[in-house]
């Protein structure tokens, strides 16, 4: 497959003389990068898991092994929980800390992410086959940016005096909650360590951190870096392992006060049932979504369809984001569709490193014949394929962006989270009749609607069950704007303001007073 234009930051060269020429000023990933860290994080110390086990890590552009790391269990999960626990303990340096200073801390780890990011996006993208110049574009600069943010609001949580009735002086104030447990998803792997880390850190808690065991190598980098930051030992701890065993006890720990888990609904339900049954520990859960894009037949269709492309095909369409439910209004549904599938057929598969790349490898073996098993369910209940529908490649885990139209509401595809490069176009007539359609489904973390009619764009970003709506965009994300899902999307949410009212206890003191003055 071919392009004549490659999207990349700034303006597109059309011409290959031109293109080739800013594809050279463009940064390049670090050359057979050392894969420096691969122990298991606690106490600002490198450590061997306690089983002495390790697991490896694959490239998925390759299908080959990278490195080995150390396999975190549930006695490493006590050993980081105890390190944490007296992290936060009452007298610590860190309880002791100034608020600001633990905003410096932050502001110095977005520094040297900010330093090492071309090398942290080069083992981003061997790591989960994420092409390296949206990982150095997008996921680092998110990753600074969130950093950045949080750091700027430590030592601006702030209570409130309140009139209470009767001879009382009373106040509130926000406190930590204490030890975070989070598990980390390998979509964004550095990105969502940093929407873990910025807020608890800001309110001042401590954390047991576990990345995705498909995907652990930045993490662990970031381990070096926390520490170079000059947080104390405790505070931050890094434990590379599988759901199962290291996630299963993160959850139910007793010494753990809050969990915070981005991944699949299934595996959201485990941990607010672990965390119920265990010491009913706070829980944040950002889970899946089936995200429906409305095109009217007033809309910009070049925009709405490459919006509509990007917004399923970004990162080989594994994003809870990705908006896989395309409703097109009924007059201009062919043209969408014949648009959308050259788009497709245009879209650029390959290797992580090659700077024309758009689209990488899913993220393995096991995710890749999932994707292949909906297609085939897609094709067995009556929808058009359009274009692709197969794997790419005799190495790695590449699928085409496939397309399928005349799609009903009632087929797998239209219904459950695929997670891969597949595109579904559906066809209405009417705006209650897109609400309603677009309202059935179990879960609601995003919407978009594409219009140029001011009524239409209110009318559905008000009716939509959904955490965030976008108007004539798709996956404009912001540190600054709070995310999360409604129904089985997840609880809470996770950046802005709100994210960290997650990470922190409102406690209300009363003082009696002998006289009181307004």
């Not at 910025?198 to 926390?226: D, F, R």
């Not at 059935?440 to 239409?456: E, M």
Request: net charge neutral; with cysteine; charged share 20%.
């Amino acid at each position: 497959m071919t392009s004549s234009e490659i999207e990349m930051p700034g303006e597109v060269k059309s011409d290959p003389a031109a293109l080739m020429a800013s594809l050279q000023l463009m940064p390049s990933p670090v050359p057979n990068p050392e894969i420096k860290h691969t122990k298991i994080f606690i106490n600002n110390e490198w450590q061997d898991s306690v089983s002495g086990k390790v697991f490896p890590v694959y490239n998925p552009a390759t299908g080959e092994q990278i490195c080995e790391v150390q396999e975190a269990e549930k006695a490493d999960v006590d050993k980081a929980v105890q390190a944490a626990r007296l992290a936060f303990s009452l007298g610590s340096v860190w309880r002791r800390m100034d608020a600001s200073e633990r905003g410096r801390l932050l502001s110095k780890l977005a520094d040297l992410v900010e330093r090492d990011s071309v090398y942290l996006a080069t083992i981003e993208s061997l790591d989960s086959g994420k092409p390296f110049l949206p990982t150095l574009f997008v996921d680092l600069q998110g990753t600074i940016k969130t950093l950045r943010y949080f750091a700027g609001y430590a030592d601006k949580l702030h209570g409130t005096s309140i009139p209470m009735d009767g001879e009382y002086l009373t106040f509130t104030r926000y406190e930590p909650i204490g030890v975070c447990g989070q598990i980390i998803p390998w979509n964004f792997p550095l990105m969502m360590t940093a929407w873990k880390l910025g807020p608890a850190l800001a309110c001042g808690n401590t954390v047991v951190l576990k990345p995705a065991e498909q995907t652990p190598l930045t993490c662990l980098y970031m381990g070096a870096l926390i520490k170079e930051a000059g947080f104390p030992p405790g505070v931050i701890n890094i434990l590379p392992g599988f759901g199962p065993t290291a996630g299963a006890a993160i959850a139910s720990h007793m010494g753990i006060d809050k969990v915070a888990f981005t991944g699949s609904t299934k595996v959201g339900k485990l941990i607010q049932e672990a965390a119920g049954k265990s010491n009913l520990k706070r829980v944040t859960l950002e889970l899946g979504g089936k995200n429906p894009n409305i095109i009217f037949a007033d809309a910009d269709l070049d925009l709405a369809v490459e919006q509509a492309h990007q917004g399923v095909f970004f990162n080989a369409g594994q994003c809870c984001t990705a908006g896989s439910r395309i409703y097109v209004e009924e007059p201009v549904y062919d043209e969408f569709v014949r648009r959308s599938v050259e788009r497709a057929k245009r879209r650029i598969v390959g290797s992580p490193f090659d700077p024309t790349t758009e689209q990488g490898p899913q993220i393995s073996q096991v995710q890749q014949n999932r994707v292949l098993e909906f297609i085939q369910s897609g094709i067995s209940e009556g929808a058009k394929l359009e274009c692709g529908g197969k794997a790419l490649g005799l190495k790695g885990f590449f699928i085409e962006p496939t397309v399928f139209s005349n799609v009903r509401d009632d087929m797998r595809i239209a219904k459950e989270e695929i997670f891969g490069p597949v595109q579904q176009i559906m066809k209405f007539k009417s705006i209650e009749e897109v609400i309603e359609r677009a309202n059935n489904s179990q879960y609601g973390l995003v919407a978009a609607v594409f219009t140029n009619d001011i009524n239409k764009a209110t009318t559905i970003s008000t009716a939509m069950q959904a955490g965030t709506v976008w108007i004539n965009c798709f996956n404009a994300l912001s540190t600054q704007c709070p995310f999360g899902g409604y129904k089985m999307s997840g609880n809470g949410r996770e950046l802005g303001e709100s994210g960290l009212k997650e990470y922190s206890e409102v406690k209300t003191i009363v003082m009696k007073l002998v006289a009181k003055n307004s």
